[in-house]
T-cell receptor
Framework: AQKVTQAQTEISVVEKEDVTLDCVYE???????LFWYKQPPSGELVFLIR????DEQNEISGRYSWNFQKSTSSFNFTITASQVVDSAVYFC????????????WGAGTKLIIKP | DGGITQSPKYLFRKEGQNVTLSCEQN?????MYWYRQDPGQGLRLIYY???????QKGDIAEGYSVSREKKESFPLTVTSAQKNPTAFYLC?????????????FGPGTRLTVL
């Protein structure tokens, strides 16, 4: 079975703290893709990153970084020096390669950044 | 500005009534999608369309219907057959018909059935 688990339902930190959002996935596919999306209070999801299973290099984009570890089936997301504007729900998703590439979504982690 | 518009933002309907949610995009994207979001859950795919006049069922298509007569438009009808229609509905689009591509989302429609 393919599955995405975001065990952290809600995280609350004070502005400028670093925070890591966990994503653990299950798949039997050797080729697969993982995504992170952000859903701010306005409601519309925004794409953050896509990573394929053959590329285990960590990715950094400004204050955002992603740690992909196949050995632990994890694709964690870290925000460095968090800001109030980072407050949102963050979703991790996995491509389901056996079903026309549909996405399997995690339940999301609500991140609250306090000023 | 290019993007996806969904209307209305909030919708109230009586039980047993059909209701149609609008989704329009001016991004010239081929693929469009409808998702349902319930509290504490990930998004679930209702329908998707890779090209005009073609669409496919997602995981939870029962009680819903769609049409894709124009590239820009992908309306979703929530029928009276949908057992629990109260939810947040998100429309999305992507350049091509594979989910591999970045999806662009609209602001959503919150449907409440009384």
């Amino acid at each position: 079975a393919q599955k995405v688990t975001q065990a952290q339902t809600e995280i609350s930190v004070v502005e400028k703290e670093d925070v890591t959002l966990d994503c653990v996935y299950e798949t039997r596919d050797t080729t697969y893709y993982l995504f992170w999306y952000k859903q701010p209070p306005s409601g519309e999801l925004v794409f953050l990153i896509r990573r394929n299973s053959f590329d285990e290099q960590n990715e950094i984009s400004g204050r955002y970084s992603w740690n992909f570890q196949k050995s632990t089936s994890s694709f964690n997301f870290t925000i460095t020096a968090s800001q109030v504007v980072d407050s949102a729900v963050y979703f991790c998703a996995l491509i389901r390669m056996d079903s026309n590439y549909q996405l399997i979504w995690g339940a999301g982690t609500k991140l609250i950044i306090k000023p | 500005d290019g993007g996806i518009t969904q209307s209305p933002k909030y919708l109230f309907r009586k039980e047993g009534q059909n209701v149609t949610l609008s989704c329009e995009q001016n991004l010239n994207h081929d693929a469009m999608y409808w998702y349902r979001q319930d509290p504490g859950q990930g998004l679930r795919l209702i329908y998707y369309s890779q090209i005009v006049n073609d669409f496919q069922k997602g995981d939870i298509a029962e009680g819903y219907s769609v049409s894709r007569e124009k590239k820009e438009s992908f309306p979703l009808t929530v029928t009276s057959a949908q057992k629990n229609p109260t939810a947040f509905y998100l429309c999305a689009s992507s350049i091509e018909g594979l989910f591999l591509n970045e999806q662009f989302f609209g602001p959503g429609t919150r449907l409440t059935v009384l």
